[in-house]
């Protein structure tokens, strides 16, 4: 069965530098990917995907994240992060074959933007 | 366009009682999605109910059940509560085949 693994449960880092939130799933069956953001007391918001086509994948607000196949790796980066950034943020994946769409989650990871 | 929205927004019940949660999903959709998200934890798929009948069910005893009615919005019934119930109950909306899933903020149920 498929798993996804987010090591980090915190990311501690200072505004304006890079961060890198690691996502990593189990199953090299064909999938679709998601990174998903939780800000306090919200839903769930739909951040970036990565369906088919360019293994990079960009979001409206600077994040982008690459698919490595021979990794099974889905990490999400940012160049330089902002305090509105600090959020949890969930990878998500999803087997092509499941019609449904069911999506089987990380834990998330926390980001922390240190003043 | 009101989004998905949750009600209600928190619930305190006793162990062995019975609650249900309500949904109402983005205008157009016809597919919900519940999931159940412990403290320090993702999501946990639930079920999914699709024209009116459930689609797809994650690993969740009989105690947890639902209901869609026929303008889509949907009901998460769970019976006999333990304190291991308590979590944020989040449901999603969808169109049937799509991957895009959207998010209510959540019920938080504690159960005492």
């Known amino acids: 069965a498929q798993s996804v693994t987010q090591l980090d449960s915190q990311v501690p880092v200072f505004e304006e530098a890079p961060v890198e939130l690691r996502c990593n799933y189990s199953?090299?069956?064909?999938?679709?990917l998601f990174w998903y953001v939780q800000y306090p007391n919200q839903g769930l918001q739909l951040l970036l995907k990565?369906?088919?086509?360019s293994t990079l994948v960009e979001s409206i607000n600077g994040f982008e994240a690459e698919f490595n196949k021979s990794q099974t790796s889905f990490h999400l980066r940012k160049p330089s992060v902002h305090i509105s950034d600090t959020a949890e943020y969930f990878c998500?994946?999803?087997?092509?074959?499941?019609?449904?769409?069911?999506?089987?989650w990380g834990a998330g990871t926390k980001l922390i933007i240190k003043p | 366009d009101a989004g998905v929205t949750q009600s209600p927004t928190h619930l305190i019940k006793t162990r062995g009682q019975q609650v249900t949660l309500r949904c109402s999903p983005k205008s157009g959709h016809d597919t919900v999605s519940w999931y159940q998200q412990a403290l320090g934890q993702g999501p946990q798929f639930i079920f999914q109910?699709?024209?009116?009948?459930?689609?797809q069910r994650g690993n969740f005893p009989d105690r947890f059940s639902g209901h869609q009615f026929p303008n889509y919005s949907s009901e998460l019934n769970v019976n006999a509560l333990l304190l291991g119930d308590s979590a944020l109950y989040l449901c999603?909306?969808?169109?049937?085949?799509?991957?895009?899933?959207?998010f209510g903020p959540g019920t938080r149920l504690t159960v005492t």
């Open positions: 109910y699709y024209e009116e009948e459930e689609r």
């Open positions: 998500a994946v999803s087997d092509q074959m499941d019609s449904n769409y069911q999506l089987i």
């Open positions: 999603a909306s969808s169109l049937d085949n799509s991957y895009e899933q959207y």
């Open positions: 990565y369906l088919s086509g």
């Open positions: 199953s090299s069956v064909s999938v679709y």
